[in-house]
């Protein structure tokens, strides 16, 4: 009876270490196999509300593929919490939010569509990547709220936001506005919440365990990233069957509003995750009814034998963010043509100065207007 009783308390000692295994090896050895590079998101857990990323970071991700070979793109975080270098005191700041399309998924820091936009401007303008990874609207929203509240203590001037949406982002959301002002800045929170952002580790395991796809998922992202053939996805077809959600119109009154108000011009970007959705003409007829600011639809930019995305759930490869680049850019022109301190983006060079690859770094540093001369203190003199 002592043999068998012992006997089922090891099996029962090895059923319960499984899952813990698991978890342990989850967190140290597959996390670096993933999309984002380990650790970036560190900083938002463990809410994910998708507002910010592990500020100061720098890493680089290594991902095996047995069709391309080790894949590696270098990531950086600046103080904000946001993809890029960190704002300027006295530049003009262009905002562009968004998801991880925007962000740059799989692509390296100089690659993404903000840095690419940010050639397009030249000196003098600083373009913050503030795409992260799952952001829909009401993130964008909130990410204007904070970015204005930046601005105005730190002698930034906030110039352009742009909002970049998904067809799918105008319906309904997982976080409503009050839920992700309160996330975010860690008051009001239930106990369970308390308890959650007190023991990040143990929430992370018993998120882990609670379901048996929670702790299978990360093994099979791995393997998925190993075995996937990267190449140019077809168009797809969604049906038309998602409808904008009556909280939307109030979240596109309300940015609309703000910019408004504090002199931001404002450009919303649509872009659906297949050429052939037929939801976008909806999408945009419902952005322009509930907003004054100019709509950028994705699908006209490119060319009849170029696909909308060529990566895996919708991201973009450096050419197609060449041509967004290019798009954003010229739009960002037109609605900032009566602006003096804009002047210098309206460049007749600027859209073989966006990245293009025939373009060398010598010839769009020519292009670039000259930087003030550099002097170590301004002395005032006496008539």
């Not at 903000?114 to 913050?128: E, H, K, N, R």
């Not at 170590?376 to 008539?383: A, G, L, S, V, Y």
């Amino acid at each position: 009876m002592d043999a068998n009783k012992r006997q089922c308390l090891a099996m029962a000692a090895i059923i319960a270490l499984v899952p813990l295994l698991l978890v342990a090896l989850n967190r140290t050895v597959i996390s670096r196999l993933y999309t984002l590079p380990h650790g970036i998101r560190e900083a938002d857990a463990p809410f994910y509300t998708f507002m910010r990323l592990t500020p100061g970071y720098r890493g680089r991700t290594f991902r095996p593929n047995a069709y391309d070979g080790v894949r590696s793109e270098r990531y950086s975080v600046n103080a904000l919490g946001l993809r890029g270098p960190q704002p300027y005191p006295g530049h003009d700041l262009v905002v562009l939010s968004g998801d991880s399309t925007l962000f740059g998924l799989e692509l390296d820091d100089a690659q993404t569509i903000p840095a690419l936009v940010g050639q397009c401007l030249g000196d003098g303008v600083d373009v913050l990547n503030a795409g992260i990874p799952g952001k829909a609207l009401t993130h964008n929203l909130r990410t204007l709220e904070e970015l204005i509240a930046f601005a105005s203590e730190r002698g930034v001037r906030l110039r352009v936001f742009v909002d970049w949406l998904t067809p799918g982002d105008l319906g309904p959301s997982r976080h409503t506005p009050q839920d992700l002002k309160r996330l975010t800045d860690r008051v009001n929170l239930t106990w369970k919440e308390r308890m959650a952002a007190r023991f990040p580790l143990a929430h992370h395991v018993y998120w882990q365990l609670r379901r048996p796809w929670n702790i299978t998922a990360p093994i099979r992202e791995a393997t998925l990233a190993l075995m996937r053939h990267e190449r140019p996805c077809p168009p797809q077809t969604f049906p038309d069957a998602r409808q904008p959600a009556p909280e939307s119109a109030a979240l596109l009154e309300r940015m609309d509003a703000l910019c408004r108000a504090n002199g931001v011009r404002l450009v919303h970007v649509l872009h659906p995750r297949g050429a052939n959705d037929a939801f976008v003409p909806t999408a945009r007829a419902f952005i322009a009814a509930h907003s004054s600011a100019p709509v950028l639809d994705t699908t006209s930019l490119y060319p009849p034998n170029e696909t909308l995305t060529v990566r895996y759930f919708g991201h973009v490869g450096p050419r197609q963010a060449q041509l967004l680049a290019k798009a954003l850019a010229a739009i960002i022109d037109s609605s900032t043509a009566g602006d003096e301190q804009l002047r210098h983006v309206r460049d007749s060079a600027m859209p073989r100065a966006c990245g293009d690859d025939r373009a060398t770094a010598v010839e769009r540093a020519d292009r670039r207007p000259p930087h003030p001369p550099m002097t170590t203190r301004q002395h005032k003199t006496e008539p």
